[in-house]
């Protein structure tokens, strides 16, 4: 009988890395976490901290540099007046 502690989640063939039998891939685990209701409200809070900091950083470019990417000062400033969990 085999030892199970000598088994690995991974094993490696000619170059190529292939997952064993009844390994969970990496994607799968990712989206188990993503469904707890802690990490999507930590999620949603990094979601907002980021919003805040773009929509300040719109407000510091120069009217010029605002013009380069297509948008008024008056459009700039009311972005940034949306309340945060306005997308």
Known sequence: ???PMRQTDVTRSSGLYTAAQ???PAADRVTRVARRPLW???DLLFSVMERRKQR????????YLLK???IS???AEQ???KPFWRG
């Open 73 to 75: 000062r008056s459009e």
């Open 68 to 70: 380069d990417i297509g």
């Open 79 to 81: 972005e940034v007046s």
């Open 1 to 3: 009988m085999e030892d």
């Open 22 to 24: 009844g390994a969970v």
């Open 56 to 63: 300040h950083a719109l407000m510091a470019l120069d009217d």
């Open 40 to 42: 999507r409200l930590l």
